[in-house]
């Protein structure tokens, strides 16, 4: 076993901070030394936060989506209850909360369908959402995953079970980002944004 020349608890500490998404054991390290060079308040404002979080944050049984002490958004009557969003994860929601253009309702999967690591509808509760639609009658659904392949994948999946259920559904738009160049633009982006045009005049 290799000898450490750190106490056990700061390397326990890089440990744990290394299980989380996007963080290596660098990144863990530097974190770790970071919090013992700062003020003990920051730790503790870390820690109390991270276990009151964890403790009263769940997964609302209506939209999927996270909500504390069992009071969620998707009840919030001043959003338009006409209209529907589905998106894949909680950061999405964020993102298209921080447009300023959307104020209706979302259904969060958590994840998206994926053949090739095996998630299935199951897995993302459709059947949730489908009843959801159901009872809804949502003017407008918005089909807002990625435009990846399993993005597309589960949004045609979730098309062809509420089509009948919904007067009008979309898909969000594609195509060229906003202060970009036409010549720089890749050739599927191009492709798409041609397809989907749309009318000015
Ligand atoms: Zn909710």
Redesign the pocket.
């Known amino acids: 076993m290799t000898k450490s020349y750190l106490p056990k608890e700061l390397e326990r500490l890089i440990q744990s901070l290394s299980k989380l998404p996007g963080i290596g054991k660098a990144t863990a390290s530097r974190l770790s030394l970071y919090l013992m060079k700062k003020p003990a308040d920051l730790s503790v404002e870390i820690a109390k936060t991270l276990i009151e979080a964890r403790k009263n944050v769940k997964i ?1 049984p ?2 999927n ?1 996270f ?1 504390f002490d069992n009071k ?3 009840s919030d009557s001043t959003r338009d209850n006409d209209i529907l969003c589905i998106v894949e994860n909680t950061t999405d929601v964020m993102s298209i909360e921080n447009s300023g253009e959307y104020n209706g309702q979302y259904h969060v999967l958590q994840g998206l369908l994926s053949i090739s690591q095996g998630i299935d509808p199951n897995d993302l509760k459709i059947d949730q959402l489908i009843s959801r639609v159901k009872i809804r009658k949502f003017k407008e659904i918005i089909l807002a995953t990625d435009p990846t392949s399993d993005g597309e994948f589960t949004a045609q999946y979730i098309h062809e079970k509420i089509k009948d259920l919904c007067p009008m559904i979309t898909r969000i738009a594609i195509g060229v980002p906003i202060g970009s160049e036409v010549n720089y633009i890749d050739k599927n982006t191009l492709a798409k944004s041609i397809i989907d045009r749309r009318k000015i005049s």
Do not use: D, V
Request: hydrophobic fraction near 10%; glycine fraction near 0%.
């Open positions: 609302c209506n939209c989506n909500m969620c958004s998707c």
